[in-house]
């Protein structure tokens, strides 16, 4: 199966690897490319960007919770109308889950789609020793397809022609981009970049690209992933086949709730309509059967939240009939009484007998593997379920809970236990793809069908 396509990798983090990502993004949209952006990794905000940059939702390729055959279905039945996949890499080229072995790496899935790397790396105050270290990126793994490097914050320009000489010649390897220190700067909070979703960024995009098209060989890039090999072509996995179970499941999507993985939200459009809800604008929930409470920055809007009584109301009024409501991370902390936060203590539903309090640091992060205990409105007793979690939040319990995980690896709730039950709601800090636990969505759809 031919399609176009470039991975942009990292030495490591904070190269400028999402800012070269969607600066080309938005340059080969403005030069009439269609674009199918991916991102490797568990990550939901560099998605956002990757969405307003290109029109087109962004899509995760985790070899860690996917399988092969999973990661090349999501890549390619996302492909569909597009001319070009831009793929953006995570933290380092071959960092992985355990340091290890390959699994969860940026290396491993470009293996696994065949595709052409272009590593991005930091050329601030260095010459030759750039050399040193991209020969050993290139050496490495000999498998992967690492066909050239961006520098980015180059020097003067006699600094500039100093790393390229030293890169072509020593490390042998194409200098498609150098970049110089630049003023635009991309707008981070505590769990990285802030989404695009919460404010216009339309001339930062913008911006980039112009960054993009001035510094980088744009042509060069495309040639490349037009040259791409072939890639096993593989079968649409039936969770997106469309049925129609005359549901309506409410989605609670908007600035304060934006980490979904937008597989799960087709998933569940193939089998129910999916309504929209905004927890800051809506004073009631709609007519809906189930809910999903996705992650985000609760914790960032929690006065607003909070001022929502009619909504909060509204859905506590929900979870205690009974109705089934999925929620991951910052849906759990919405469902407890309060969000404690360096600016005060927040009311939220008050549904889960918990509190959640932000830290300044990481409470968790990283992959999960989970052993179901008590079968729940979207997973069985006896299943393992793999999926990512990432918060600064911890849980203060009010009572004794109810768990549905036991934590093979992960931290969960209280390093032991995730999934909290009451009722047929659920709530855990692990985030879960459709393509690691596809029974989640007819699990959770049948739950509201025998409750209608």
Request: aromatic content about 10%; some cysteine.
């Amino acid at each position: 199966m031919d399609i176009p396509r470039v991975i942009i990798a990292g030495v490591r983090s904070k190269v400028g690897k999402t800012m070269i990502s969607i600066g080309l993004m938005r340059a080969l949209i403005n030069r009439g490319y269609k674009v199918q952006p991916y991102k490797v990794g568990p990550d939901f905000i560099d998605p956002s960007f990757h969405y307003i940059a290109t029109g087109r939702h962004s899509r995760n390729l985790d070899d860690f919770m996917l399988s092969k055959f999973d990661l090349l279905e999501t890549f390619e039945r996302n492909f569909r109308g597009a001319d070009i996949a831009v793929i953006e890499g995570k933290t380092g080229l071959y960092d992985s889950h355990n340091s290890l072995d390959e699994k969860g790496s940026t290396a491993s899935v470009s293996k696994i789609l065949k595709s052409p790397v272009i590593i991005v790396a930091d050329a601030e105050r260095i010459n030759r020793s750039i050399s040193a270290m991209l020969l050993g990126y290139k050496l490495f793994d000999r498998d992967v397809l690492l066909e050239g490097v961006i520098l980015n914050r180059v020097g003067n320009p006699r600094h500039a022609n100093r790393v390229r000489k030293s890169v072509e010649r020593l490390a042998n390897l194409k200098v498609f981009g150098l970049i110089p220190r630049t003023s635009v700067n991309m707008p981070y909070r505590h769990l990285g970049l802030i989404p695009a979703y919460e404010r216009d960024f339309e001339d930062l995009l913008d911006q980039l690209a112009d960054l993009i098209e001035m510094n980088v060989d744009v042509d060069g890039i495309v040639d490349l992933a037009y040259k791409a090999p072939k890639i096993e072509e593989v079968n649409e996995n039936p969770i997106f086949e469309r049925k129609n179970y005359d549901l309506k499941v409410g989605v609670i999507r908007d600035r304060s709730f934006s980490f979904y993985y937008q597989d799960n939200i087709d998933a569940l459009a193939s089998r129910s309509k999916v309504v929209v809800i905004d927890s800051l604008k809506d004073k009631k929930l709609p007519n809906v059967d189930a809910l999903y409470i996705g992650g985000g920055f609760p914790e960032v809007f929690a006065e607003e939240l909070e001022r929502n009584r009619s909504l909060r109301r509204s859905i506590y009024n929900f979870c205690d009939e009974g109705k089934p409501v999925y929620a991951e991370c910052g849906g759990l902390m919405f469902l407890g009484e309060s969000i404690i936060t360096k600016g005060g203590e927040f009311d939220m539903v008050g549904f889960l007998p918990i509190k959640t309090r932000m830290h300044v640091k990481f409470q968790a992060l990283g992959y999960c593997i989970y052993r179901v205990i008590k079968s729940n409105p979207i997973s069985k007793r006896g299943d393992t379920i793999v999926g990512h979690e990432f918060h600064y939040s911890d849980v203060l319990p009010l009572e004794r809970l109810e768990f549905a995980y036991r934590v093979k690896r992960g931290k969960g709730v209280d390093g032991r236990h995730d999934g909290i039950l009451k009722k047929n709601t659920l709530a855990n800090y692990i985030h879960l793809h459709v393509l690691s636990y596809p029974q989640m969505i007819d699990r959770f759809l049948r739950t509201a069908r025998r409750l209608d």
